[in-house]
């Protein structure tokens, strides 16, 4: 049977453009649609313009530094929106003729429409064409959802964030996930009055303990008003303002309330239950190590598969896709030890492997734990602390995890996944002769453990005969 396309990609973000461009860089007939901007999530709506809206927003911190080094006339003056979102258009409109072009010149055909599955290797376009192929790769990413309140459509979500007219006066932002601490702290950076209210004891369920408690800490220390224990019941509307009605009974008044509240697989109309593509919990494509659905010519990448929900994940598992489907070269992505980072300031969070909270639960680990004030903040008069943590497995002497909370934190946790993913033990650390003086040589120059979990005695033999059993 021949087709029109021996692949057509779905969704033109990273994972999708990727997968596309390198199974045409095979030989392989690639279409490829895009319903909305080539780039998807993380080019147009999301890391991108978010960590440029992060450097703007630094500013003041900068100017308050120079003050500290002896530059008594340091200010920012006001910030102009106007200005910065004309260069940041400019900027995402460059990136997305780059991957228009990327894909393009590597021989691929894309259709700027809605692109719907209809059979196995059937797609139907808005237009109503009918495209075959042999195989389809579903990534489309996914969507924020809002908490399912009355009035949440007063409420915005990130990506309204990015189109703006102006900058609001005072701004809720609801969640205490990477989006909300990241766009609380830009906000509150521009000069926005920002109240977080999240219904948790501290934000960033998930990551370790200790770093969740210095990032809530952080936020209020930036100016961020944090209201912890608290969800929105409902929204209204009151002229220009929205009144936001909390679940303790209380209420306030904004000018705008943006949700942070989690986003959720894009699968809804696609077509997929329809041709028989089990979905999971929240419309997930579920799909095996190789990216493949149970039906055997439909795979799928990225956000839509929830499994690591980050852009290097999807271009890794696209790439993968593609190299074994048409580059003869049968791999997967291993999931197991992702580093991330989550862009607050001025110390972000860097994180991989294991938490101390996982730590306590397994057992049998050491954890070297370091807090001090860096030389430079310290120096023009900031009292912000650094943390740095490594987790070690007290019999292999396996580096099991690592967090960080610092400047440039993200750029640190790059660094130490390496070894890590590696195997690196505490030795070969401590054997890393320091950089000095930079704050990561803390990293090299952790003697002894802040503190021991032992492995609960029952719990000890059953992991000693799991060693074995993997051993043998
Ligand atoms: P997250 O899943 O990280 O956080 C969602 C937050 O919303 C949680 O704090 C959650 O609370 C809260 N929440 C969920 N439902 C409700 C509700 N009904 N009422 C009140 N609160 C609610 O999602 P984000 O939207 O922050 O980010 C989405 C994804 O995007 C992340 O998983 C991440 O992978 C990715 N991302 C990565 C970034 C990076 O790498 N730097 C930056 C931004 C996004 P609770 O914890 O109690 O469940």
Redesign the pocket.
């Known amino acids: 049977m021949s087709f029109d396309y021996d692949l057509f990609v779905i969704g033109g973000g990273s994972g999708g453009v990727r997968a596309a461009r390198i199974a045409a860089g095979y030989g392989a007939r690639v279409g490829l649609a895009e319903e909305s901007r080539m780039g998807g999530t993380c080019v147009i709506r999301?890391?991108v313009p978010?960590k440029l809206m992060i450097f703007a927003s630094s500013a003041p911190e900068a100017a308050a530094e120079a003050r500290g080094y002896g530059w008594p006339d340091a200010q920012t003056g006001a910030f102009s929106w106007d200005a910065f979102k004309a260069k940041l258009d400019a900027e995402l409109d460059r990136l997305e003729a780059a991957y228009t072009r990327g894909f393009e010149s590597a021989g691929g055909t894309i259709h700027h429409q809605r692109a719907r599955v209809t059979g196995p290797h059937e797609v139907t376009l808005a237009d109503g064409t009918l495209l075959s192929a042999k195989h389809i790769l579903v990534a489309v990413g996914g969507r924020?959802q809002r908490?399912?309140i009355p009035g949440e459509e007063l409420g915005m979500i990130s990506d309204d964030l990015f189109m703006m007219e102006k900058l609001p006066g005072r701004v809720l932002v609801?969640?205490?996930?990477?989006?909300?601490c990241?766009f609380a702290t830009i906000l509150n950076g521009l000069g926005v009055d920002t109240v977080l209210a999240?219904?948790?004891d501290k934000?960033l369920?998930g990551f370790d303990g200790d770093a969740r408690q210095l990032v809530t800490d952080q936020l209020q220390q930036i100016g961020v008003e944090v209201r912890l224990g608290l969800?929105p019941a409902r929204l209204a509307r009151d002229g220009d303002a929205v009144i936001a009605h909390f679940d303790d009974g209380s209420s306030d008044r904004y000018d705008a309330v943006m949700f942070?509240?989690?986003?959720r697989p894009n699968t809804a109309g696609l077509g997929l239950e329809e041709v028989g593509v089990t979905l999971g919990p929240g419309g997930a494509v579920m799909v095996d190590d190789w990216s493949q659905s149970n039906i055997p010519s439909i795979y799928a990448v990225g956000d839509v598969t929830d499994r690591v929900?980050?852009t290097p994940v999807a271009i890794r598992e696209g790439h993968s896709f593609a190299d074994t489907l048409f580059g003869n070269h049968p791999r997967h992505m291993d999931h197991s030890l992702v580093a991330?980072?989550?862009?607050t300031r001025p110390h972000e969070l860097g994180s991989i492997g294991m938490t101390e909270d996982e730590a306590i639960s397994r057992g049998g680990v050491e954890v070297y734990d370091t807090r001090f004030r860096p030389m430079r903040s310290m120096f023009a008069g900031s009292d912000a602390r650094v943390m740095m943590k490594l987790i070690v497995d007290d019999q292999t002497r396996q580096v099991l995890g690592c967090q960080i909370f610092g400047p440039e934190a993200g750029e640190l946790i790059q660094l130490a996944a390496i070894p890590i993913i590696m195997g690196a033990t505490k030795e070969d650390f401590d054997r890393t002769v320091a950089v000095h003086p930079t704050m990561a040589e803390e990293l090299v120059t952790m003697r002894q453990p802040t503190r021991h979990h032992a492995r609960a005695a029952a719990d000890s033999g059953a992991a000693d005969a799991a060693e074995r059993a993997a051993q043998a």
């Open positions: 999301g890391c978010k924020p908490p399912g609801i969640g205490g996930g990477f989006i909300a990241e999240y219904r948790g934000v369920r969800s942070a509240t989690g986003r929900n980050l991330s980072a989550v862009y």
